[in-house]
């Protein structure tokens, strides 16, 4: 059985970097969205002090196994 990754602080790493380049770019300010229903891809942005303001539908293509094309479509939190 192969470790796992999660609960490693990689995630955590991940957003750092990001706001760091954000930072680096002049901006003072960043908008991501995390699917409403997926409470766990919120919780390190809350634990990093992230709020929740707003939801908004979205979109966007999957591709599957073999090759054809689905759109899915969620409700999505706006942080």
Not at 2 to 21: D, F, V
Not at 38 to 49: S, T
Not at 52 to 79: F, K, N
Request: glycine share 8%; aromatic share 6%; with cysteine.
């Amino acid at each position: 059985m192969l470790p796992t990754l999660q609960s490693c602080g990689l995630g955590t790493l991940l957003i750092r970097a990001a706001e760091q380049r954000i930072r680096h770019r002049g901006l003072r300010r960043a908008e991501l969205a995390v699917e409403k229903d997926n409470p766990r891809a919120r919780a390190p942005y809350e634990r990093l002090g992230y709020a929740a303001y707003g939801r908004e539908p979205q979109a966007w293509d999957v591709e599957g196994p073999d090759g054809s094309i689905r759109r899915h479509e969620t409700m999505c939190v706006l942080m």
